[in-house]
């Protein structure tokens, strides 16, 4: 299940669709019958080949279209479409979480994160497995497990790289009048990537050689660093492509001599699967990346590009220099990405998901560390509090006040007289 566009689609599609197609086409090459549940407004882009099997979901009977296709097992991608779930499923339910999506709400949905946070701990604790995509996100998704009520022990969450069907070997016969350099995939609001594009982009201006072709688009927002590369539309040394259907970004990082992935380090790029480079890599390309990336060790081991600090400028500028004249063997590094393409496309790094389908179970329900109810009661304990301690604030501040008046010899002459005139009175 995904609420994500898959690549078979004739529709640009993000990481998430390309994930779960992954990882369920070589389960039914195995023989395992799988149906796609996608989202009902993914009908409206429009309808792949008749022999992938498909059904379109509205959120309010999802648990009802589920029962009725008579399903052993659910994998879903990602926690967030558990919300639609009203009920719990009397099937096991496996949760594939190939990136921190909680992280990427940081940026995406801030005003809400409060509530995506109880969603997810809560999502989890419904859930039976897990997947996660290396073996750098086994902890940080453990400890969520443990707030959802999951023993850290309890051998529930398995690694599952990404996975793509067999990559043809040839590059299909392209010849490029020069460097192609290509950057490609969605950018998202917490990326930033101005000091990486300005240094490619000088370089090849002023060796007027190379071309920085970028097929991809914004997410739902501006990325953080207000870069528009349609603005560069009409540079000579840009090929601005816009968003493709998977199947023509594939042609284009085929063409490429190099796929760039660099942007400023953060944690979400330490703990996401980074698709687009590994896309790139199935697809036999040469890489450049930053040390943060999940591929980096992988493609120093194979010599499939090049792993760079993304502050080091001049370094970049050099490296791109060397490629746009062709100072460097791409042969080798080629040959290098296509020995990683062959382990992506290896199905027996689907084992931990193959020994769960071959005798899934439930698991003994465990209650969340905290849910709605508690984290809302602590909302308003904490709003009391804040109101308590503002309250004290202010009394100590007119506290003060008042003992400044007092010390003042207008307010003792002010005290005598009132004084007096009680007195009087009686």
């Excluded at 701990?121 to 859930?127: D, G, I, K, M, Q």
């Excluded at 984290?375 to 004290?392: I, M, N, W």
Aim: proline letters at 6%.
């Amino acid at each position: 299940m995904s609420t994500e566009i898959l690549p078979p689609f004739r529709h640009p599609c993000a990481g998430g669709g390309v994930r779960i197609w992954g990882l369920a086409e070589p389960l039914r090459k195995q023989g395992i019958r799988c149906t796609y549940f996608l989202h009902e407004r993914i009908a409206a882009v429009n309808t792949p080949s008749a022999d992938l099997p498909i059904r379109f979901f509205k959120p309010e009977t999802l648990h009802h279209d589920i029962m009725h296709e008579n399903c052993d097992a659910l994998l879903i991608e990602q926690w967030q479409p558990l919300t639609f779930l009203k009920a719990n499923l009397d099937i096991p339910v496996i949760v594939d979480l190939p990136g921190p999506l909680l992280l990427e709400y940081f940026w995406r949905d801030r005003d809400n994160y409060y509530q995506h946070t109880v969603d997810k701990v809560e999502c989890l604790s419904r859930a039976d497995y897990f997947l996660c995509a290396h073996e750098r996100q086994r902890g940080y998704y453990t400890a969520w497990l443990a707030w959802a009520g999951i023993a850290p022990d309890a051998d529930r969450l398995k690694t599952v790289p990404f996975n793509l069907h067999e990559m043809p070997r040839s590059r299909g016969g392209y010849i490029e009048d020069e460097p192609q350099f290509f950057w490609g995939g969605m950018f998202w609001p917490w990326q930033d990537r101005v000091s990486a594009f300005r240094s490619i982009l000088h370089t090849l201006t002023r060796l007027r050689r190379g071309q920085l072709v970028i097929a991809g688009g914004n997410g739902e927002t501006l990325p953080a660093d207000g870069l528009r590369f349609d603005d560069y539309a009409d540079h000579p040394h840009i090929s601005w492509l816009g968003l493709l259907p998977f199947h023509e970004y594939i042609l284009e990082i085929k063409r490429a001599t190099v796929a760039i992935d660099l942007s400023r380090p953060t944690n979400e790029r330490r703990l996401s699967s980074d698709l687009r480079t590994g896309t790139a890599l199935w697809a036999g390309t040469p890489c450049l990346v930053t040390p943060e990336s999940c591929w980096a060790q992988s493609i120093e081991k194979h010599n499939a590009g090049w792993v760079l600090p993304y502050n080091c400028e001049s370094e970049l500028c050099d490296l791109i220099r060397d490629i746009a004249l062709e100072r460097t063997d791409i042969v080798v590094k080629r040959r290098g990405a296509q020995e990683i393409s062959q382990q992506i496309s290896r199905e027996d790094q689907l084992s931990p998901l193959l020994s769960i389908l071959k005798n899934p179970t439930k698991r003994e329900s465990s209650k969340p560390f905290f849910d709605a109810r508690f984290v809302d009661r602590e909302r308003r304990l904490q709003a009391l509090q804040d109101e308590f301690h503002r309250l004290q604030h202010d009394h100590a501040a007119l506290q003060h006040d008042l003992d400044s008046i007092r010390s003042k010899p207008l307010f003792r002459v002010y005290k005598q007289i009132t004084s007096l005139i009680g007195k009087n009175r009686k």
